[in-house]
């Protein structure tokens, strides 16, 4: 059961890199299609686990300093905007937003 849903989400992934592929590109979507799934075919034939799993685990290395790195300097921003906000004095409410 696996295996038949891999084969769809492959097939999925695949006509969505076909169909973004249009967008930027002339030419027929069958034929993105066509090439992205004899890539990815040829690929797994191809290429021998370990060159697989040691390129694997430098982008998921390079992706969490990527990410960590992302969210330090998100974090450094909003302290600095929202300390240079003014807050009002008073909010006001409408009453109409709480009537029932």
Known sequence: MVSVANVFNQGAD????????QLVLPGKIS???LVFGVGSLAGVLL?????YAK?????SKRQWHGNHLEWIIN???MRTNCSSMKRPQQ??????????
């Open 55 to 59: 390129y694997q685990a430098l982008e």
């Open 14 to 21: 695949i006509g969505a890199m076909g169909a973004a592929t």
């Open 91 to 100: 909010l006001v409410a409408e009453p109409a937003l709480f009537a029932r």
């Open 31 to 33: 034929l993105f299609i």
């Open 75 to 77: 974090a450094r921003e």
């Open 47 to 51: 290429v021998p686990y370990s060159t």
